[in-house]
């Protein structure tokens, strides 16, 4: 990655109409009707930005949207990259580097994750509190991470504070529960073993995934504050574990997304 290829993929969205947008928005698996709430959409496929990777998951729309929620400007993901389809860190990460270059100065990510903490159930919402990277690399392990930040890049607080007391106030006030809790990100794509389940348990996870981590790496990096829920649509119960079903993952993704869109919103007016 250069820093002309950022240029170059900013400028193809400029020219779009992607004018400084105020709040970056990533979309998970099941969680893609957020984009009904943009005013005014301008829409572009990732295949035809420059140097975007492509979607390769069937059900991620492979779009990035630009428009107005809430009065405010959006930048929103619909659909991500994920390791587990072949891209490495740097790809996974690119369309983070190209949002923060278009002027983003918030980040809300959106996830579906199975419940490691057996007191959460499916169609829960977990507000990450805090991430333990299961994923073998990181997305700053390159030569020249240098020209785009601190190469030692500080974690000892990933998940802004006040966004997320925000979001907890609103759950509060909407009547929406949203626990918290430690997000695990692991590479996938098969479905974790009965003792890996028990693993994430002792090291502390309260939900596990596929995604999100990388991408909080690098928006740390960008000093860029990040606001990440994820919606637990299994429960992962090493004492009865039934095998695994995608389509009522992306069901009960789909159940509970409009409560999540509800949060964002809400969170979007009132920052």
Do not use: W
């Amino acid at each position: 990655m250069t820093k002309k290829q950022l240029d170059e993929s900013v400028a193809y969205l400029t020219n779009k109409g992607f004018d400084q947008p105020e709040i970056g928005i990533v979309l998970g698996t099941g969680l893609g009707k957020l984009v009904d709430e943009i005013e005014n959409p301008i829409e572009v496929h990732y295949n035809n930005i420059p140097f975007f990777p492509l979607a390769t998951v069937e059900f991620h729309t492979g779009k990035l949207l630009y428009g107005t929620v809430e009065g405010k400007k959006v930048v929103v993901m619909q659909g991500r990259f994920h390791l587990y389809e072949g891209y490495d860190l740097l790809d996974v990460t690119y369309p983070i580097r190209v949002m923060r270059a278009l002027g983003i100065e918030k980040l809300f990510i959106s996830n579906a994750a199975g419940a490691i903490n057996l007191d959460y159930k499916k169609g829960d919402m977990m507000l990450i509190e805090d991430h333990i990277n299961l994923q073998g690399g990181s997305p700053l392990a390159f030569k020249n991470v240098g020209e785009f930040g601190d190469r030692f890049a500080d974690m000892s607080a990933p998940y802004d504070k006040k966004m997320s007391a925000k979001l907890i106030a609103i759950a509060q006030r909407e009547g929406i529960s949203l626990k918290q809790g430690i997000y695990a990100s692991v590479v996938g794509p098969q479905l974790e073993t009965r003792a890996e389940y028990r693993m994430l348990k002792l090291l502390g996870a309260d939900a596990v995934g596929m995604s999100t981590v990388p991408e909080v790496i690098v928006a740390n990096h960008l000093r860029l504050p990040i606001v990440a829920v994820s919606v637990l649509t299994d429960e992962c119960d090493p004492e009865n574990l039934q095998p695994v079903n995608i389509q009522e993952i992306i069901a009960i993704a789909g159940e509970t997304e409009p409560k999540m869109i509800k949060l964002f919103k809400e969170l979007i007016k009132e920052i």
